[in-house]
C-alpha cells in the first residue's frame, strides 16, 4: 500500500496539477484568458442566482398545435374529395380526427383510396419505426374517419419547438443581452435564460407573443353590429382592435391576402407627415406580388392588418401599392414600433408559447449571495483545517494538503465541463470538504487501531490504508447514487448543488486513494518512523 | 504536540443495550412526525404549491410594510404574505397560486410591479405556475424513492440483504424524523428541501455503511461472538471515527448556517437536524442493533471472506 513506483507517483502528481490547473482561468482577469487558446478558456459559468438575470420556462401549446392540424386534416380531405370529385357530407372535426361521409356507394372505394394518399408515413427519428400520421378506419353508412395519430401529434410538437427555438433565439439576440441560453426541455417546452437582465416584462412581452401577421380585407357588406347579432358570413371572422382600441370591433375575411412569412424585412421609422412611430416593411418577390394584385383590385376598400387576432389597423387603400413595401400605423410608442419588428423579423412562432416558470434574481441579491457564499466557505475551510491540525498534527497536515488539492480539483473539473456554479453548487462544495475529511479520518483512525492492535508503526500505516480504502469506496459511493438521482431529477440550483456533490465525491475518492496516501508513503520513506504520530 | 482524543481509546460502551429505550423512542417519534405530517403539514414552499414570490428591498429607509401590504391587499390577488427578511429594508412577499392557469400568474405579477412601482430594487422574483410545482413535487417524491431505491440495490450487491434492509428502515426513519422536523419548524419545504433529504440520506447511509463494514469484517473474524457484543465492539471501534467525521461537518455546516445567507438557510437548518442529530443517532443506536433482530447468517457467501478463523478479541 506504501510503495509507489516512480511513473505511478509521478502519473498521481501530473493528473492532480494538471486537474487543478484547468481551474486557473477562473481567477485569472478575462482580458488575459481571451488570448488564450480556446480548450485552455473553459471556465466555470455563475448560475443565475449568483450572478442575477431571468429564467424563463415556456410551454408551447400543443392543443393549439392539434387544432392547426385537425383544420389542416380537414382541408385536406377537402382538397382531395373535390379533386376526385367524389361527393361529400358533414366533413367535421370530432375528437382526435375528421369524419366525412361519402354520398354514394358507389364511390367508396375510390374515396377510400383518394384519402389513404393522405397518411404518410412518420419522418425524423420516428421513420424508422413506420408509423404513419394517420389512422383511416371506415364505419356502416359510407363513414370514414381519419385519426392523428399520437406519435404524428408529439413529432409535430417536437418540430414546433425546433422551430420556436430559432425564433426565440432571433428575438432574444435583438435585446442585446450577454450569452442568453435558449434549449429544449422534454418534449414540448424551452428554458430561456438571461443572464443579467433585471427586469424581464419586455422579454416576456417579446417571447409571448406569436406575431403572426396577415393581411385581411374588412368585409364592408356587414356591419360589426349585425355579425354581433349572429349574421356573421361563414368565411369572416369577428376581430377587435389591438390595445386600447380592444372595444372596436371589424368583421374581416377569414382568408388571408398576404402573411406575414412573406415578409423580408421590418423596421422601425416614423410617418414622414405625421411624424408617428411606425414599422415600415418589406415583401419577398412572391408577397410583393400578391400584395400588389390585392390591392390593384380593391382601391377604395378597407383592408385589416391582423397580428395574433387583433386588427392593429384598417387603413383604406387609397392606390395600388406595387413595390412591395409597406408600413403599418397604430399607435405605436417608439419601443413598441420597435418590438414589433423584432417580432416580424423574427417570424411568427408556429404555436403560442405560455410562460410556466419564471425565476428573477436581481444583481444585488446576487452579489450578496456571492459574498456570503465565499465566507462561509472561508470559515468553513477555516475551521475544519484547525480541527484537523489540533486532532492528527502532522497527518492532519497531510489530510489539509489532500483536502486543498480536492477543492481546486473540483474548480478544475467543474470548469472543464462549463458547469454552472450555483449558491446551492457552493455548499455542496461545502460539504465535500466534509466527505474529505471523513476519507482521511477513516484512515487515521483505522492507523491508530492497528497501533493498538501492536502493529509496527509502518505496518500499521500500511493495513490502515488498506482496510480503509474499501469503507471509503463503499461509503462514496452510496452518497453517490444520492447525488446522481438529484442531478437526474433536479433542476437550476438543485441541479448545481448535485453537480459539485457528484465531481466532489470522485475527486475525494481519486485523492484518497492516491495523494493522501502518496504524500503519507513519501514521509514513511524519509523518515522511516518508529512510531506513528497521531 | 499533544494531539486532541475527543473518544478515548478502547471504549467499551454498551450500546446495544440502549435498544430497549431506543427502538420504542424512534417508534415513537416517527409516528409523531408522521402525525405531524398529516395534521399539522409542511410549509410548502411556492415550487410544490405555485404562486409568486417577489423580494424587493427598499431604496430609502426601511419598508412600510403596513403601506405595501394595503397597496398589495387592494389588487384582489388573494392571500398576500409579507415578512421582513433580514435587513429591515428587505421584505418578502408571498402570493398564493392564482386561479386560471398559468397565465394568470403572469398578469399577477405584472399588476404587483406595476402597483409597487419603481422605488424599489426587485433583488428576487418567482413565479411558478400550476403544471410545474405538481411536476417538480412528483419528480422531487419519485427521485426520493429511486434513491433509497438504488441504495438499497447496491447495499445488497455489497453486503447481504439483512444489512440492505437493515440500512434502508434506519433511512427511512431519518427522513421520516427530518420530515417531522421540517413540518414543527415550518421551514418552507421547496427544491432544496428535497435537495436536503437527499444529501441527509446520502450522509447517513455514509455513517451506517461504515459501520456495517466493521460489523462485517468482525463477523468473518470472530466467527463464534454474540451479535450483540461483536456488534457493540464494531460500534465502538468505530466510534472516534464517527465523532470526529461529525464535528467536521458539523463545523462546515455551522459556517453554511452562520454566514451562508438567506437563501440557503433552511437547506443548513434541515441538514444540520438530519446529518448531525439523527443520521449519527440512527447509525449507532438503530441502524446497528436492528442486524440482531434481521438475523445476519453466518457462514453464508458474503461472509465467507478472507480473515483468521477465531481469534481471540
Excluded at chain 1, 370591433?249 to 411624424?275: H, I, M, W
Excluded at chain 1, 477555516?382 to 486532532?391: C, D, E
Amino acid at each position: 500500500m506504501l510503495y509507489f513506483t516512480r511513473w505511478k507517483a509521478a502519473a498521481i502528481v501530473l493528473t492532480a496539477a494538471i486537474v487543478c490547473l484547468f481551474a486557473a482561468p477562473n481567477f485569472i482577469p478575462a482580458k488575459v484568458v481571451d488570448s488564450w487558446p480556446k480548450w485552455a478558456q473553459r471556465h466555470i459559468v455563475l448560475g443565475l442566482d449568483l450572478q442575477g438575470g431571468s429564467h424563463i420556462l415556456l410551454e408551447v401549446d400543443s392543443k393549439a398545435v392539434r387544432k392547426d392540424m385537425l383544420e389542416a386534416l380537414r382541408d385536406d380531405v377537402r382538397r382531395v374529395l373535390r379533386d376526385a370529385r367524389i361527393g361529400y357530407t358533414g366533413l367535421v372535426v370530432r375528437g382526435n380526427g375528421v369524419e366525412v361521409r361519402i354520398r354514394e356507394g358507389a364511390n367508396s372505394g375510390q374515396a377510400l383510396e383518394k384519402l389513404r394518399t393522405l397518411s404518410q408515413p412518420l419522418g425524423g427519428i420516428l421513420s424508422a419505426t413506420g408509423q404513419r400520421n394517420l389512422d383511416i378506419t371506415s364505419e356502416a353508412g359510407n363513414l370514414y374517419r381519419l385519426t392523428l395519430t399520437d406519435p404524428a401529434i408529439i413529432e409535430r410538437v417536437r418540430q414546433s419547438v425546433d422551430q420556436s427555438i430559432q425564433i426565440i433565439e432571433r428575438r432574444v439576440n435583438e435585446l442585446g443581452t450577454v450569452e442568453p441560453l435558449i434549449q429544449r426541455e422534454g418534449t414540448d417546452r424551452i428554458l430561456v435564460q438571461v443572464p443579467g437582465l433585471q427586469d424581464p416584462t419586455r422579454l416576456k412581452q417579446l417571447l409571448g407573443k406569436t406575431a403572426k401577421l396577415d393581411f385581411h380585407m374588412v368585409d364592408v357588406n356587414v356591419s360589426p353590429e349585425q355579425a354581433q347579432q349572429g349574421r356573421l358570413p361563414p368565411e369572416d371572422q369577428l376581430l377587435h382592435g389591438a390595445g386600447k382600441e380592444a372595444s372596436q370591433l371589424y368583421v374581416v375575411e377569414k382568408r388571408a391576402l398576404v402573411s406575414g412569412a412573406e415578409l423580408t424585412d421590418a423596421q422601425p421609422g416614423f410617418d414622414q407627415r405625421t411624424n408617428e412611430p411606425i414599422v415600415q416593411f418589406r415583401f419577398n418577390t412572391s408577397g410583393a406580388r400578391k400584395f400588389a394584385q390585392a390591392t390593384q383590385e380593391n382601391v377604395g376598400k378597407p383592408f385589416a392588418i391582423v397580428l395574433d387576432n387583433e386588427v392593429i389597423s384598417a387603413p383604406v387603400i387609397r392606390e395600388p401599392i406595387l413595390g412591395g413595401s409597406g408600413q403599418i400605423s397604430g399607435n405605436f410608442t417608439v419601443q413598441s414600433a420597435n418590438d414589433l419588428a423584432i417580432l416580424l423579423r423574427a417570424g411568427a412562432l408556429p404555436a403560442p408559447l405560455t410562460i410556466i416558470e419564471e425565476r428573477t434574481v436581481g444583481p444585488g441579491l446576487g452579489a450578496d449571495s456571492i459574498a456570503q457564499g465565499k465566507i462561509s466557505s472561508y470559515v468553513g475551510a477555516a475551521m475544519v483545517i484547525i480541527f484537523m491540525f489540533l486532532t492528527y498534527g502532522l497527518f492532519g497536515l497531510f489530510a489539509n494538503i489532500a483536502v486543498a488539492v480536492n477543492v481546486a480539483m473540483i474548480f478544475g473539473i467543474l470548469s472543464l465541463l462549463n458547469a454552472t456554479l450555483t449558491l446551492p453548487g457552493i455548499a455542496g462544495i461545502v460539504l465535500t470538504v466534509g466527505i474529505a475529511v471523513d476519507s482521511n479520518v477513516l484512515i487515521y483512525e483505522r492507523i491508530r487501531e492497528e497501533v493498538r492492535g501492536g502493529r509496527t508503526a509502518i505496518n500499521a500505516i500500511d493495513a490502515g490504508f488498506s482496510r480503509a480504502l474499501a469503507t471509503i469506496l463503499d461509503s462514496n459511493i452510496t452518497t453517490f447514487i444520492a447525488a446522481a438521482v438529484l442531478f437526474y431529477i433536479g433542476t437550476g440550483p438543485v441541479r448545481g448543488f448535485a453537480v459539485t456533490l457528484g465531481i466532489g465525491i470522485i475527486t475525494t475518492v481519486f485523492t484518497a486513494f492516491t495523494l493522501t496516501r502518496l504524500i503519507v508513503a513519501y514521509w514513511v520513506r524519509l523518515r522511516r518512523p518508529q512510531r506513528v504520530p497521531i | 504536540m499533544k494531539l486532541l482524543r475527543i473518544v478515548p481509546d478502547d471504549t467499551k460502551f454498551d450500546f446495544m443495550r440502549f435498544r430497549r429505550i431506543s427502538f420504542p423512542l424512534s417508534a415513537l417519534m416517527s409516528i409523531l412526525a408522521i402525525s405531524l405530517y398529516f395534521f399539522h403539514g409542511l410549509n410548502f414552499g411556492i415550487d410544490f404549491k405555485g404562486g409568486l414570490l417577489i423580494e424587493v428591498q427598499t431604496k430609502a429607509g426601511p419598508a412600510d410594510i403596513a403601506k405595501m401590504r394595503a397597496t398589495l391587499g387592494g389588487l384582489g390577488l388573494g392571500e398576500v404574505q409579507l415578512q421582513q427578511f433580514g435587513a429591515p429594508n428587505d421584505v418578502l412577499i408571498r402570493i398564493a397560486e392564482q386561479p386560471g392557469g398559468d397565465e394568470a400568474q403572469q398578469v399577477a405579477v405584472n399588476k404587483v410591479r406595476t402597483a409597487l412601482g419603481t422605488g424599489l430594487d426587485y433583488r428576487r422574483v418567482e413565479v411558478v405556475g400550476p403544471r410545474v410545482s405538481g411536476e417538480l413535487l412528483s419528480y422531487g417524491v419519485v427521485g426520493l424513492m429511486l434513491a433509497i431505491f438504488g441504495i438499497l440495490i447496491y447495499l445488497w450487491f455489497r453486503f447481504e440483504w439483512q444489512f440492505a434492509l437493515g440500512a434502508m428502515i434506519a433511512n427511512v426513519h431519518d427522513i421520516v424524523l427530518t420530515i417531522g422536523f421540517m413540518s414543527v419548524t415550518q421551514i418552507d419545504f421547496d427544491l432544496t428541501s428535497i435537495a436536503a433529504l437527499l444529501t441527509i440520506l446520502g450522509y447517513s447511509l455514509n455513517d451506517t455503511v461504515v459501520i456495517y463494514d466493521r460489523i462485517r469484517e468482525m463477523l468473518r473474524r470472530y466467527k463464534k461472538m454474540p451479535m450483540p457484543e461483536l456488534l457493540n465492539a464494531s460500534v465502538n471501534q468505530t466510534l472516534s471515527r464517527s465523532v470526529i467525521t461529525h464535528l467536521t461537518v458539523s463545523l462546515a455546516l455551522l459556517s453554511l448556517l452562520l454566514f451562508g445567507g438567506q437563501a440557503i438557510h433552511s437547506f443548513t437548518a434541515t441538514m444540520m437536524f438530519g446529518v448531525v442529530l439523527v443520521g449519527t443517532y440512527t447509525s449507532v443506536f438503530i441502524a446497528s442493533p436492528i442486524l440482531i433482530y434481521l438475523g445476519v447468517g453466518r457462514g453464508t457467501d458474503a461472509l465467507t471472506g478472507p480473515g483468521p478463523k477465531d481469534e481471540k478479541p
